[in-house]
């Protein structure tokens, strides 16, 4: 027995996901004639409440492509210091936009208004002009944490009362949405860009889609084509996205629980400091002085384990779509025999 708790990406396709890809229709998408890219891009726009949308191959390329149509060389955007648009891109924002960044603190790495706003630059030739806060949900590096969409809506509407763009990283919206039971419909209008990952939780192979306003969708095709993001019988692709909205998204929440279930064994184990409150899918434990990272994720592995380092003594988890309940009662056993 073995399990993979390193990251949601590792998911391999369903049966069922398979034969969606297999009878998929399919054309040029770059000709913009491939129906089932059609299909799904308008999928996510509809479900959103937003314009429309468009399909890409990751999660970055949403992201610095969300960016890239908000804003001018020059300008900032304020975000939380640990956001995998800053942390995660390899510095896609600078290169390929050429904005500066203002990172905020956070708190689990969500951002309350009062810090955004005093972040926001005065009109003032010394400093860039403010012009996107970008939002992450859930949050990566919080450990899984989540805004309601009453916490998002406080923020956007000061945001968008001075002119600043709303621009959400949702690669794992859908998590957030399962524990909130908020409405993605309700998302629409408070942002003008939003990202949402297919090849997360919901266990689609490939892809990401960014949806927005119309005039920023339009920009956002000539950026994918100049990021070399422009794919041909994609379709194949896209339905593998469109079965995952339809039957992975309900499940969402029995990740949540085998995550929990982990996170209240660790609480109790002699080489564990501290275990962060496990929100969603993603559960960050420190582990006791004198025991790495690097230590622990090779014994780990060596029964069978993976996981991944969130610092040189913290360790993440994700629980994902092919992660079951077998594998949690082989993941506690395991955990529960380790010892240093
Ligand atoms: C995974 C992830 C992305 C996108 O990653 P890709 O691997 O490029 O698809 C963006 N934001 C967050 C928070 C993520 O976890």
């Excluded at 468009?54 to 640990?82: A, D, F, H, R, W």
């Excluded at 582990?287 to 384990?305: H, M, P, R, S, Y």
Aim: aromatic letters at 8%; proline letters at 3%.
């Amino acid at each position: 027995m073995k399990a993979d708790l390193r990251s949601d990406t590792v998911t391999k396709p369903t049966v069922g996901m398979l034969e969606a890809m297999m009878s998929a229709q399919v054309g040029d998408d770059v000709f913009g004639e491939d129906p089932t890219v059609n299909a799904l891009e308008e999928k996510c726009a509809k479900l959103f409440g937003m314009d429309a949308a468009i399909y890409c191959p990751s999660g970055t390329m949403t992201n610095q492509i969300g960016i890239n149509v908000l804003s001018n060389p020059y300008e900032e955007v304020i975000c939380y210091k640990g956001s995998h648009i800053y942390k995660y891109e390899g510095g896609g924002v600078a290169g390929n936009s050429g904005l500066s960044f203002r990172l905020l603190e956070g708190n689990r790495g969500r951002v309350d208004l009062e810090d955004v706003l005093a972040n926001i630059n005065p009109d003032d030739v010394h400093c860039p002009v403010s012009s996107i806060v970008a939002l992450e949900n859930t949050v990566n590096k919080g450990g899984g944490s989540f805004y309601t969409l009453a916490e998002i809506a406080e923020i956007a509407e000061a945001c968008i009362s001075r002119g600043i763009k709303m621009h959400l990283d949702g690669a794992r919206l859908f998590n957030a949405l399962a524990e909130t039971g908020d409405k993605p419909q309700d998302y629409g209008q408070y942002f003008d860009t939003i990202s949402i990952c297919l090849s997360k939780g919901l266990g689609a192979p490939v892809g990401s889609v960014l949806l927005g306003k119309a005039e920023h969708i339009r920009k956002a095709r000539r950026m994918r084509k100049v990021f070399g993001g422009g794919m041909r019988q994609a379709g194949y692709l896209a339905a593998a996205g469109i079965y995952a909205l339809d039957h992975h998204v309900e499940r969402l929440g029995e990740d949540h629980r085998r995550a929990r279930e982990i996170g209240e064994v660790l609480e109790g184990l002699p080489y564990v400091n501290h275990v962060l409150p496990v929100d969603t899918n993603i559960l960050i434990f420190e582990l006791v002085e004198g025991i790495t990272a690097e230590t622990f994720l090779n014994k780990l592995d060596l029964q069978g384990v993976k996981a991944v380092a969130f610092g040189p003594r913290e360790i993440r988890f994700v629980t994902h779509l092919n992660f079951d309940d077998k594998a949690l009662g082989f993941t506690i056993d395991v955990l529960r025999q380790l010892s240093f």
